[in-house]
């Protein structure tokens, strides 16, 4: 064998061997590529699902608000003389109106919506 044979040979086994680290690097990038795609509606599954636990937390304790906020409003109207208590009380009932127009429908574990609070 020669040298020109010898060099030859030696540069098509580099060349193989290039090309076959491309073919593998390639492959690895295809499977990391499956593996994102797969990944990815878990992840935003699971980020949705803990926005969702969030926003039902906000929204008890938003009734919950609303629930002390009309039992000390009911107390002081209790107190107040009695020409107070009637115009009070529409704009008790006024603001209640109001807090649930604004308050958007929670989800129900049965899959219906109901407005909170």
Do not use: C
């Amino acid at each position: 064998m020669s040298q020109l044979d010898s060099i030859l040979d030696k540069a098509r086994r580099g060349l193989t061997t290039s090309v076959g680290l491309g073919v593998l690097v390639f492959q690895n990038a295809q499977v990391q590529r499956r593996e994102l795609s797969k990944a990815a509606p878990r992840a935003l599954q699971e980020l949705s699902e803990a926005v969702g636990d969030r926003l039902k937390t906000i929204g008890e304790k938003l009734a919950d608000l609303d629930e002390r906020a009309d039992d000390i409003f009911d107390d002081i109207e209790q107190r107040l003389p009695d020409p107070l208590r009637a115009p009070v009380r529409q704009v008790h009932v006024a603001v209640r109106d109001l807090r649930s127009q604004a308050t958007p429908p929670t989800s129900s574990d049965d899959g219906e919506t109901s407005p909170a609070g």
